[in-house]
């Protein structure tokens, strides 16, 4: 049995808090808000996030970071990356032993262009941290919680770390792969949100499926393009973490990106959109880092450039769509190429 927070009481984290319960370990999960602390420890619910679930008995919620921190000699940070470097600053005061960090959020940071990875190493103090893994692939936190099979990637450069995580949360409806390409897992978990907003806006603009076929391969090739260059290896965004993700996301109602995109894709203001939603939508965020990262590395990325567009430039959906068609002619084996 191991001691183990989760940051962030999100649909996600509470989701991963259930199987790390239900695996036997003394799992605690800490919220800002002590009425869904309460919620969670008297009633076993989290209502907002998760509603009609029932969460295990075993399962405890705090408000108190430190609490939970003290807790722990594993932290999984399951916020939204906007809010990564506030909670770590939370910690750093904290922290007296050594830590395995897990990181499950999905984004990089504007303007500084960091990966999430990279934001912890640079937040946390570095005598306090055993390794840094990330938890990523095509999973539903509305489907976690019903027990249906789900398979994801924990990656590392340490394998050791990443075969730690993989213990902490196999079962068997939770299966997990290891990974040493960090870069390449981050990057698909990353900009897979980006596409799958444009793939909310065709289905908005009621394009079919021909439309979306097309819009998830050569987002694939583009998110593939971006992450060689950085440095991933290319048979990362084949797999789970990338090509898995991506379908996942860009097919399913459960995902809050294609939901956003798909209000944008309807005519709804990004303001209007994002309201309604009442959640973080990574995606939004992350088409303004993906922007830079194509001008920074100097790869053509024509979606996420015209959802840019759309987002930050007030470009209607039907006329950056129509603009993606009419690009100058191509061969696809060029465009498949890092």
Known sequence: MERVCVLGAGSWGTALAMVLAENGHDTLVWTHRAEQADEINQHHTNTKYLPETVLPSNLRAT???????????TIIVAVPTKAIREVCEKMTSILDKKVLFVHVSKGIEPDSLKRISEILAESLPAEFVEEIVVLSGPSHAEEVVQHHPTTITAACGNIVA??????????????????EDVVGVE?????????????GITDGLNYGD????ALITRGLAEITRLGVKMGGNPFTFSGLTGMGDLIVTC??????NWRAGNMLGKGMKQQEVLEQMG????????????YQLAEKFDVAMPISTALYGVLFNDVAPKEA???????GKKREIDEMMP
């Open 210 to 213: 021909n439309a979306k076929a």
């Open 162 to 179: 990443a075969e730690k995580v993989q213990d902490l949360f196999m079962n068997q409806y939770f299966r997990v792969y290891t990974n």
């Open 187 to 199: 990057i698909g978990g990353a900009l897979k949100n980006v596409i799958a907003l444009a793939a």
């Open 279 to 290: 959640m973080v939508v990574e995606g939004v965020r992350t088409t303004k880092a993906a």
């Open 63 to 73: 408000s108190d970071i430190a609490k939970a921190v003290a807790h722990s000699d």
């Open 321 to 327: 769509v129509d603009a993606l068609m009419m690009r």
């Open 251 to 256: 097919t399913s109602v459960h995902s809050r």
